[in-house]
């Protein structure tokens, strides 16, 4: 006998290996119980399908979802049936939001039925710093830049600054809309995410903030995190010059690898790396759907 149930928890443990591997990302959201709902799917008192959703508070527009069920369920409407279980109860969102890695060809072939359209990929790969430099060999080191540090320090290019970061992450977020807040709030948001105050480095002309790339230290190596330009075309090599200064300091540092993360919507991290092949590396996909009040079920729009 096949019924859906909806569960407050769940025994991973307990899961037949099937899926259990495929709840490996999930894995620890559903053991903090970091989900708005979660149901699962049976067969003769069997879990052979799982689905959940969570929301958001930073990006408050959109109910992410996630549908995983096992082999016994192909060729039936059961995976369907999960994924209803999710847009039953969807207000006040305005979309749903999907994401796996790009080889999980069935998984997108299923969403994609279901209405959901691809508006981001993500590429994360891992970079050897001296293989970076050896790309950089002609661009010129850049020394007029202030570390992060001294911008916080300084009340006026601080509020330039987190003004500039707030408003350029909302440009490369405008499929998924970012929760207002202040500049000083977004002071909170920068801290909370931890960038190394004196490798992360911000660029002014005059009173405005031209560039910026923020490092994070993750042991004994460092990840890019946010990169923005703001000059003309003209000036952008002075975004590759400034990376070439930081990883020239963390080469002298003994850092060998640095981790970046690029989406496809993030000009200014396109630009900067726009001597990697991406084609070569696995891309994290995500898929939208916007929610139509009046038929969630049969109808869906592009983003």
């Known amino acids: 006998m096949w019924q859906i149930k909806q569960e407050q928890d769940i025994g991973l443990s307990t899961l037949m290996d099937e899926l259990r591997l495929q709840l490996e990302e999930v894995k620890p ?33 959109a109910k992410y979802v996630r549908v995983y069920t096992t082999s016994a369920c192909t060729e039936t409407n059961w995976p369907r049936a999960l994924y209803e279980q999710l847009i039953k109860d969807i207000y006040p969102q305005k979309q749903l939001i999907f994401s796996c890695w790009d080889e999980k060809k069935d998984a997108i072939s299923f969403m994609e039925k ?27 080191t850049f020394k007029q830049y202030e570390s992060l540090n001294n911008v916080l320090q300084n009340e006026e290019k601080k509020q330039a600054f987190l003004t500039q970061l707030k408003e350029n992450y909302e440009n490369t977020h405008l499929h998924n809309p970012v929760q207002t807040y202040t500049w000083q709030q977004w002071g909170e948001i920068l801290v909370d995410d931890e960038p190394d105050l004196e490798y992360s480095y911000v660029v002014f002309e005059g009173a405005q903030v031209e560039a910026y790339i923020l490092l994070h230290k993750l042991g004994n190596y460092y990840e ?9 075309t003209d000036d952008e090599w002075k975004l590759t010059a400034l990376f070439k200064t930081q990883m ?40 939208s759907r916007q929610i139509d009040r ?3 079920n049969d109808q869906s729009s592009d983003i």
């Open 224 to 232: 890019v995190g946010w990169i923005g330009f703001q000059g003309n």
């Open 114 to 140: 279901q209405g959901f359209k691809l508006f981001r990929k993500t590429y994360m790969p891992d970079l050897e710093v001296r293989a970076l430099l050896q790309r950089m060999l002609t661009v010129p």
């Open 294 to 296: 009046g038929n969630v």
């Open 29 to 61: 959201r559903i053991e903090k119980k970091a989900f708005h709902e979660l149901f699962i799917l049976e067969k003769d008192d069997e879990i052979v399908g799982l689905s959940l959703s969570w929301l958001n508070s930073f990006h408050p527009e």
């Open 248 to 287: 020239e300091l963390l080469q002298r540092e003994g850092i060998k690898k640095v981790s970046i993360e690029i989406d496809t919507t993030d000009n200014s991290a396109f630009s900067l790396f726009s001597f990697l092949d991406f084609k070569q590396f696995p891309s994290w996909n995500s898929y």
